[in-house]
């Protein structure tokens, strides 16, 4: 079985300083994984990936994220926070196809509060 | 524009009445998903399809059902077997033979009981 945990349901950041929102998985093999941003009452959008190769993914927004294997971890970045940076994040986990419970299932960590004040 | 729409934004529904929301992308892509989100609890899988014709129950499939019939469209039916209906409903697309697999998503659907 595969799982996300997001261990903080907030984070506050002041604009202009550095960002983190954390997040950790749990699987067997080498994963596929993921960031998504929702504002409120809207769809999720597609930030970054880690796929393989690199372990420091860049995305949009100038938002990026460092795959860490030995702590199980894949932490979003951001150098410097923007009030329109403030929403709601989520991070995913996937197994490749043809892995033992790979395919379409993406699990989602249970979200993070973003909030950047002036 | 290519994306994927979700309609209606808002759906109310009446007790022992079904309900059908559309999802509907011009990606090309082969594989949509149903979600279900409710506060604090992240998103859930309702069901899934990969090619046209079939579908697989996810994680919550009781009291849903889908069809998909043709390849941009992956309509939902939230039945009056479903107890707990009031959440917000995501669809999401993705391109099987891209690297990772993105899934996109739509705007969605807040479904409410009257």
């Known amino acids: 079985a595969q799982s996300v945990a997001q261990p903080e349901d907030q984070v506050n950041v002041a604009e202009g300083n550095p960002l983190t929102v954390k997040c950790t998985y749990s699987v067997s093999g080498n994963p596929y994984l993921f960031w998504y941003v929702q504002y409120p009452n809207r769809g999720l959008q597609f930030l970054l990936k880690y796929i393989t190769g690199d372990n420091l993914v860049k995305g949009s927004y100038g938002f990026e994220a460092e795959f860490n294997k030995s702590q199980t971890s894949f932490h979003l970045k951001k150098p410097s926070a923007l009030v329109s940076d403030s929403a709601l994040y989520f991070c995913?986990?996937?197994?490749?196809?043809?892995?033992?419970?790979?395919?379409?299932?993406?699990?989602f960590g249970t979200g993070t509060q973003l909030k950047v004040e002036l | 524009d290519g994306g994927i729409t979700q309609s209606p934004k808002y759906l109310f529904r009446k007790e022992g009445q079904n309900v059908t929301l559309s999802c509907e992308q011009n990606l090309n892509h082969d594989a949509m998903y149903w979600y279900r989100q409710d506060p604090g609890q992240g998103l859930r899988l309702i069901y899934y399809s990969q090619i046209v014709n079939d579908f697989q129950k996810g994680d919550i499939a009781e009291g849903y059902s889908v069809s998909r019939e043709k390849k941009e469209s992956f309509p939902l039916t939230v039945t009056s077997a479903q107890k707990n209906p009031t959440a917000f409903y995501l669809c999401?697309?993705?391109?099987?033979?891209?690297?990772?697999?993105?899934?996109?998503f739509g705007p969605g659907t807040r479904l409410l009981v009257l």
């Open positions: 995913a986990v996937r197994l490749p196809r043809g892995i033992t419970g790979g395919g379409n299932k993406l699990t």
């Open positions: 999401a697309s993705s391109d099987r033979v891209a690297v990772g697999e993105t899934q996109y």
